[in-house]
């Protein structure tokens, strides 16, 4: 089951990168997987994606200079490898006056 999150996770981050890369965006992410993972893109974790972040923001910072995009894109793609969590219900209403 693993293989198939992975897998899943893979195809997540080549569709956020396929707003800010186009149709480039699947060769780019599995070139940064090959490279700096040293693995098959399709077996990227969401700790692999989490240390290749910086790597992918070094290189599109190559090919950019809207510091915005970059970061933002950085953001799109840590949200996939660290999602936030609902607030509990319990949570919300202990705020509450």
Do not use: C
């Amino acid at each position: 089951m693993t293989g198939a999150n992975n897998t899943l996770l893979y195809t997540q981050v080549v569709r956020v990168t396929h707003v800010y890369l186009g149709p480039a965006a699947d060769r780019f992410i599995a070139r940064q997987v090959e490279n700096h993972l040293q693995k098959p893109p399709e077996d990227m974790s969401k700790k692999d994606l989490l240390s290749l972040i910086d790597w992918i923001k070094v290189a599109v910072s190559l090919l950019t200079d809207d510091s915005e995009i970059v970061e933002e894109y950085a953001l799109q793609l840590h949200k996939l490898a660290v999602p936030t969590k609902p607030k509990s219900k319990a949570k919300a209403k202990a705020k509450q006056p």
